[in-house]
């Protein structure tokens, strides 16, 4: 089965009524990093994308739409054909309503992150 087949209408995801609660929609403003958990399709024509950052455990709902290919506003992956635990350098700013706008995506591994790391300490 495709990865695109694997994911649950949100109505019928076996977490609904659970984990997925948990998940908020007032991600931060500006770029941080996020696993990517879970997925749902949404009642409009939106693919929920639930991501929890590593550092912090915090855990944000963002959405993204068929009309951009399931893919952030400025670029990214289609985010209803990549795998469940994969990391992501994410750009998120608040739309006009207030709500988080998923703005951009880029997958990166735990070795990228130590290594912006290890640069970020040396350059302080």
């Keep these: 089965m495709g990865v695109r087949q694997s994911i649950f209408g949100i109505k019928y995801h076996p977490e609904a009524e659970g984990a997925l609660l948990t998940y908020g929609f007032g991600a931060p403003e500006g770029e941080w990093v996020g696993r990517l958990d879970d997925r749902a399709w949404g009642n ?55 709500l988080p706008k998923f703005l951009w995506a880029c997958a990166v591994t735990e070795a990228d992150l130590q290594t912006e790391f290890s640069n970020a300490a040396r350059f302080s």
């Design 44 to 98: 409009a024509s939106n693919l929920f994308c639930y991501f929890r950052e590593p550092d912090t455990g915090c855990q944000w709902r963002l959405s993204v739409w068929s009309r951009c290919s399931y893919r952030p506003y400025q670029g990214g992956p289609a985010f209803d054909q990549e795998p469940l635990g994969r990391l992501y350098s994410i750009r998120t700013a608040n739309s006009k309503a207030g």
